[in-house]
């Protein structure tokens, strides 16, 4: 029997069907063919959270180190890249200066700073697109302290242009072409930039404090992992906040609640998280033939976990699709994976995002989206609203 009448669900459906309103295809999958075959992906996918954790957590299994993986085509070999001793080696310098208290001492007054800043710009306006015009901004800022470069003469316009030209370049490499010549140059422009913030004291920056503690990393594998970090620390993080801000937009009794009470915070951001995460996906390829649920793998194979499905796991969260602070196993989402490659930038993530929500909503009282429908969460591998415009009385 061939893989199209075995998985027949997912042999049916098309890039457009896991782009926008995924979640009920991912429950019929997860319902019916909990690891399946996609040709639209040319891939498996994984949608019970059981199996998505046997994955993640199984680096002998199912590994990130395989020549298909394009963002080390692009930036290096990185901990991103790499498993088992490799990957701690890469990993390890990096570690310290993102535990929740390094973060917490390094960044609570720089991100409220940020916040403040952007806020002032857009107050007097009565109407900004939120993600475009505040999440990224805030993340790109963030990740300009954390690398160092904030005492230099790198704008916010030039890492933006980098981090676009070398997500472009990964797109394309994971489309069958090569590493293209601006993917190339981004790279070369962020490293000339990140070297000096290198070789200075470890207090003044993330990046520096990971180099005081490399070992034996040499430049290029450092500046490899701060292009990771700086992937991660503006595309998902952006995510993280627009999502947020879509939910409580959206759901005018939790907005309330969270305004007279500000503990609620922290669940109102698991839950959001939980909900839609920012990256929905993450890639792994299988060590060697396996099975995994009832879906038989090769070799080689690319497996494609769905952390989206994973956190809508009926079987785990009781009424999966609604936004509800209030469930009892919050922190029983996978949005920032398990397993050696789980999130290294989690706590500045948060960080950010309480900070940013909270002064936002302080500031602006009568903020709502123009047009709800259009900023509904979208996307294949990141899924984030495609805009959100906001108004509020000035």
Same mark, same amino acid.
């Given at each position: 029997?061939?893989?199209?009448?075995?998985? =027949?669900?997912?042999?049916?459906?098309?890039?457009? $069907?896991?782009?926008? $309103?995924?979640?009920?295809?991912?429950?019929?999958?997860?319902?019916?063919?909990?690891?399946?075959?996609?040709?639209?992906?040319?891939?498996?996918?994984?949608?019970?959270?059981?199996?998505?954790?046997?994955?993640?957590?199984?680096?002998? #299994?199912?590994?990130?180190?395989?020549? &298909?993986?394009?963002?080390?085509?692009?930036?290096?070999?990185?901990?991103?890249?790499?498993?088992?001793?490799?990957?701690?080696?890469?990993?390890?310098?990096?570690?310290?200066?993102?535990?929740?208290?390094?973060?917490?001492?390094?960044?609570?007054?720089?991100?409220?700073? @940020?916040?403040?800043?952007?806020?002032?710009? #857009?107050? /007097?306006?009565?109407?900004?697109?939120?993600?475009?015009?505040?999440?990224? =901004?805030?993340?790109?800022?963030?990740?300009?302290?954390?690398?160092?470069?904030?005492?230099?003469?790198?704008?916010?316009?030039?890492?933006?242009?980098?981090?676009?030209?070398?997500?472009?370049?990964?797109?394309?490499?994971? *489309?069958?072409?090569?590493?293209?010549?601006?993917?190339?140059?981004?790279?070369? /422009? #962020?490293?000339?930039?990140?070297?000096?913030?290198? !070789?200075?004291?470890?207090?003044?920056?993330?990046?520096?404090?990971?180099?005081?503690?490399?070992?034996?990393?040499?430049?290029?594998?450092?500046?490899?992992? *701060?292009?990771?970090?700086?992937? &991660?620390?503006?595309?998902?993080?952006?995510?993280?906040?627009?999502?947020?801000?879509?939910?409580?937009?959206?759901?005018?009794?939790?907005?309330?609640?969270?305004?007279?009470?500000?503990?609620?915070?922290? *669940?109102?951001?698991?839950?959001?998280?939980?909900?839609?995460?920012? %990256?929905?996906?993450?890639?792994?390829?299988?060590?060697?033939?396996?099975?995994?649920?009832?879906?038989?793998?090769?070799? &080689?194979?690319?497996?494609?976990?769905?952390?989206?499905?994973?956190?809508?796991?009926?079987?785990?969260?009781?009424?999966?699709?609604?936004?509800? =602070?209030?469930?009892?196993?919050?922190? /029983? @989402?996978?949005?920032? %994976?398990?397993?050696?490659?789980?999130?290294?930038?989690?706590?500045?993530?948060? #960080?950010?995002?309480?900070?940013?929500?909270?002064?936002?909503?302080?500031?602006?009282?009568?903020?709502?989206?123009?047009?709800?429908?259009?900023?509904?969460?979208? &996307?294949?591998?990141?899924? !984030?609203?495609?805009?959100?415009?906001?108004?509020? =009385?000035?």
């Amino acid at each position: 029997m061939s893989r199209l009448d075995q998985f =027949p669900v997912g042999a049916s459906l098309t890039l457009a $069907d896991l782009e926008n $309103d995924v979640h009920p295809v991912l429950h019929r999958l997860r319902a019916v063919e909990p690891v399946s075959w996609l040709p639209a992906l040319n891939a498996w996918l994984v949608t019970r959270r059981d199996l998505a954790i046997e994955v993640m957590r199984k680096p002998d #299994l199912f590994t990130v180190d395989h020549a &298909g993986f394009s963002t080390a085509q692009v930036v290096g070999p990185s901990m991103l890249s790499l498993d088992g001793g490799e990957h701690l080696r890469h990993r390890g310098p990096f570690e310290a200066p993102f535990r929740l208290g390094a973060v917490q001492a390094r960044f609570s007054g720089v991100v409220a700073a @940020h916040v403040e800043e952007l806020l002032d710009g #857009l107050t /007097a306006r009565g109407r900004a697109e939120l993600r475009r015009e505040f999440a990224g =901004p805030l993340a790109v800022k963030t990740m300009i302290t954390a690398l160092g470069l904030d005492d230099t003469e790198t704008s916010v316009a030039a890492v933006l242009g980098w981090y676009d030209a070398i997500v472009d370049a990964v797109t394309r490499v994971t *489309a069958g072409e090569p590493v293209s010549q601006a993917g190339r140059a981004a790279f070369a /422009a #962020l490293k000339d930039n990140l070297l000096p913030a290198l !070789k200075r004291p470890p207090e003044t920056s993330l990046l520096a404090a990971a180099a005081g503690m490399a070992g034996g990393l040499s430049e290029d594998q450092i500046v490899s992992n *701060a292009a990771v970090l700086l992937f &991660g620390g503006i595309e998902t993080t952006e995510g993280m906040i627009a999502n947020a801000l879509y939910f409580l937009l959206t759901q005018p009794d939790i907005l309330n609640l969270v305004r007279t009470n500000s503990s609620l915070w922290p *669940a109102v951001i698991e839950e959001s998280l939980r909900l839609e995460p920012a %990256a929905a996906v993450v890639d792994r390829y299988a060590v060697q033939d396996v099975r995994l649920g009832q879906a038989q793998l090769a070799a &080689g194979e690319l497996v494609r976990v769905s952390l989206a499905a994973a956190n809508r796991d009926p079987a785990v969260f009781a009424n999966p699709d609604t936004f509800d =602070p209030f469930r009892p196993n919050l922190r /029983a @989402h996978v949005t920032f %994976a398990q397993g050696p490659h789980v999130c290294l930038g989690l706590h500045l993530a948060r #960080l950010e995002a309480h900070v940013a929500l909270a002064q936002l909503l302080t500031r602006l009282p009568g903020l709502q989206l123009e047009n709800p429908e259009a900023a509904r969460p979208r &996307g294949l591998v990141f899924r !984030k609203p495609p805009a959100l415009r906001a108004t509020w =009385p000035v």
